[in-house]
């Protein structure tokens, strides 16, 4: 249990479906992030949230949206999605994301996305 | 350009031998090293840092790593492997450049260590 929850855990959509993928941490952290874990890739940063204010947005499609309610919650809802967005969509949240921040990221374990 | 590379796809290793995963990095400034450990379907885990001080750094579950500034690595290491350590390795730093990349950390693409029996 590492205080960060993602739902559902696995999801098959087809590519005019919308559907979403939540996280909830329970650390008392204010960043958040979504990665995209693709096979045979390096893990790609989509989004950062630092105090409920998006700062980061590493030129992903406008398919994807984000959202944070709050610093607990973050969505990512998506909608007519293509067959290479399938993949592990991975969130994480830490203390802070200033440089001198020294504190690591702590991730859920993944919402493994299927489009067909 | 600030990056991590990790050389090795894969690492084999028989149970209760040494094992090294390696790293190595590239950034201007200080760097501060990340290790995390996926087990199948499963998110990253927290390992070890090193952010200043000793060299040698102790993580989790026996694992340590060893910051070597004049050839920029930063290898993972373990006295005795377990079949349980069987995983996906990743190597991090810190992005230190200006602008919204700030702090965010930078991912190797990951070795996948297998211990036999």
């Known amino acids: 249990e590492t205080g960060v929850t993602q739902t559902p855990r696995h999801l098959v959509m087809g590519m005019t479906n919308k559907k979403s993928l939540k996280c909830e941490q329970h650390?008392?952290?204010?960043?958040m992030y979504w990665y995209k874990q693709s096979a045979k890739k390096p893990l790609e940063l989509m989004f950062v949230y630092s105090l409920e204010e998006r700062v980061e947005n590493n030129s992903v499609p406008s398919r994807f949206s984000p959202e944070c309610p709050n610093s607990s919650h973050l969505f990512l809802h998506l909608h007519t999605l293509q067959p290479e967005d399938s993949a592990l969509y991975l969130c994480?949240?830490?203390?802070?994301?200033?440089?001198?921040?020294?504190?690591?990221?702590?991730f859920g374990e993944g919402s493994r996305l299927t489009v067909l | 350009a600030q990056s991590v590379a990790q050389p090795e796809d894969q690492v084999n290793v028989a149970e209760g031998n040494p094992l090294t995963v390696k790293c190595t990095y590239s950034v201007s400034g200080n760097p501060y090293l990340f290790w995390y450990v996926q087990y199948p379907n499963r998110g990253l885990q927290f390992l070890l840092k090193?952010?200043?001080?000793?060299?040698l750094v102790k993580g989790s579950y026996g694992f340590e790593a060893e910051f070597n500034k004049s050839q920029t690595s930063f290898h993972l290491k373990k006295p005795s492997a377990l079949v349980s350590d069987s995983a996906l390795y990743f190597c991090?730093?810190?992005?230190?450049?200006?602008?919204?990349?700030?702090?965010?950390?930078?991912f190797g693409k990951g070795t996948k260590l297998s211990v036999k029996p």
């Open positions: 994480a949240s830490s203390q802070d994301r200033q440089p001198w921040n020294t504190g690591e990221l702590f």
């Open positions: 991090a730093v810190r992005d230190l450049r200006g602008g919204g990349s700030q702090g965010n950390l930078i």
């Open positions: 650390l008392g952290h204010n960043a």
């Open positions: 090193y952010i200043t001080g000793d060299n």
